[in-house]
């Protein structure tokens, strides 16, 4: 394999992928890093808004036209700790899908616009060498190989990598979280999603193809202390401070095989677009999961990214450029977003969230209105 290539992708997630497709479609010999081997289970809630499945569209990938056709949701179901609930419809319909099925597609598109996909491939160092090239180091097993590149784009989720450079400034909050993820059958999925609150957290219920649910959760890494480690101790962790989840789980059969689970989550404080490359997806924010948007910004982030890259590479503008316009496009774009999401999450887990349900009724258009703030603005794709 060729060591020196246009662009390096780090992270083969939804960010990396489409980010690959992009570059690769565009001409650039493109190279794509992972260290899983997929296709795999995603600790993520499967929720796909409707701005994500827009820019899917935009990047050519049809889901509906796919073997696993998304589930259709139209309504949102919130139970709080206890007792008392609220029904707010959905934006727009939004799918339950699979991430072991989206991301794989994600890769196969990437390897038919051109881009080499390299799996099990740990980046254990990434430098920008003094004439505008990278170099990025990988480990497969026992093998350590570097390769060499004019543009790197960092897509490796929540975690940087250990070699990569870290700023001084702390991007992220204090406040550590356990996210977890497993599919279930025995539970009659209605078309909408479910949210059950309770201490240090959340629980979501969705439909996903074949007959399945998606159970995933968000809880502070305290309250998962005193639990085991699966997946089904921290889910009855949960259910302790919410009954009407742990009805809902009663009859629920674990799918052996799609336990995932992630810590330590720390939720974004502020974008972080760049350090000496630029950040796609949630290597650039992680944004409260409770607002089902981080596919959404995954993929805007890499839309604006490859544009930027995209001409960099083509010599139409300089590297400091590339820096400074993907930086303002990035925080143009999400800074206000992630500070909304910040302050739903905030109300969501406040202990007077109890009176939440009253207060929905008294003003039925409210909760319409604060799930619609978590939407990124309406995608101009034309313009990027
Ligand atoms: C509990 C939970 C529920 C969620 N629910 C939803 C939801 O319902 N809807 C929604 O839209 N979003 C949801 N999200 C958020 C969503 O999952 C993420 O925003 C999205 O997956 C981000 O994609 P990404 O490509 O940036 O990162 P990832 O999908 O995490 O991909 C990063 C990739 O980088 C690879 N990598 C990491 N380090 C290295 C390295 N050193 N070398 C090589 N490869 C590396 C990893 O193996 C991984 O494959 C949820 C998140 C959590 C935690």
Redesign the pocket.
């Known amino acids: 394999m060729d060591k020196q290539v246009d662009a390096i992708v780090?992270?083969?997630?939804?960010?990396?992928s489409s980010t690959a497709i992009q570059l690769a479609r565009s001409g650039h010999r493109t190279l794509l890093?992972?260290?899983?081997l997929f296709p795999r289970h995603?600790?993520?809630?499967?929720?796909?808004?409707p701005e994500?499945q827009e820019m899917l569209e935009f990047l050519g990938v049809d889901l509906l036209k796919h073997h696993v056709k998304p589930i259709m949701m139209n309504k949102a179901c919130i139970y709080m700790p206890r007792g008392g609930e609220i029904n707010v419809p959905l934006p727009g319909s939004a799918w339950g899908i699979s991430?072991y099925e989206l991301?794989h597609l994600l890769h196969q598109k990437a390897l038919s616009a051109g881009a080499q996909l390299i799996t099990k491939?740990?980046?254990?160092g990434i430098e920008l060498l003094d004439n505008e090239q990278y170099r990025v180091d990988i480990r497969q097993g026992s093998h350590t190989a570097s390769y060499y590149a004019k543009a790197v784009i960092g897509?490796?989720?929540?975690?940087k990598?250990k070699g990569v450079i870290h700023t001084e400034q702390n991007y992220r909050d204090e406040v550590v979280y356990v996210?977890?993820?497993s599919h279930y059958t025995g539970v009659e999925a209605g078309a909408q999603v479910e949210l059950y609150f309770c201490d240090g957290g959340y629980t979501?219920i969705s439909p996903v193809p074949n007959g399945m649910v998606n159970v995933?959760?968000?809880l502070t890494r305290d309250v998962t202390q005193s639990s085991g480690k699966s997946v089904q101790d921290i889910l009855k962790i949960a259910s302790r401070t919410n009954p009407k989840l742990a009805a809902r789980l009663n009859n629920a059969v674990l799918v052996p095989g799609t336990q995932v689970s992630?810590a330590p989550?720390r939720l974004s404080d502020i974008p972080e677009p760049w350090s000496t490359f630029p950040h796609?997806?949630?290597?650039l924010l992680?944004?409260p999961?409770l607002c089902?948007?981080?596919?959404?910004?995954?993929l805007r982030s890499s839309i604006l990214c490859s544009n930027a890259t995209d001409r960099y590479l083509h010599g139409e503008i300089t590297y400091n450029e590339w820096k400074s316009e993907y930086t303002e496009k990035a925080n143009h774009e999400f800074v206000k977003l992630l500070k909304r999401a910040r302050m739903i999450q905030k109300l969501a887990f406040v202990k007077a969230n109890r009176l939440y349900p009253g207060i929905a009724r008294i003003f039925p258009g409210l909760a319409t209105y604060v799930v619609k703030s978590t939407r990124l603005a309406e995608a101009e794709l034309n313009r990027f």
């Not at 897509?155 to 975690?159: E, K, L, N, P, Q």
């Open positions: 780090v992270g083969a997630g939804i960010a990396g890093l992972d260290r899983q995603k600790t993520c809630g499967e929720f796909m808004s994500t991430r991301d491939a740990t980046v254990i897509a490796y989720g929540t975690r990598p996210g977890l993820k979501g995933a959760a968000l992630i989550v796609v997806g949630d290597a992680m944004i999961p089902g948007d981080g596919m959404s910004v995954a």
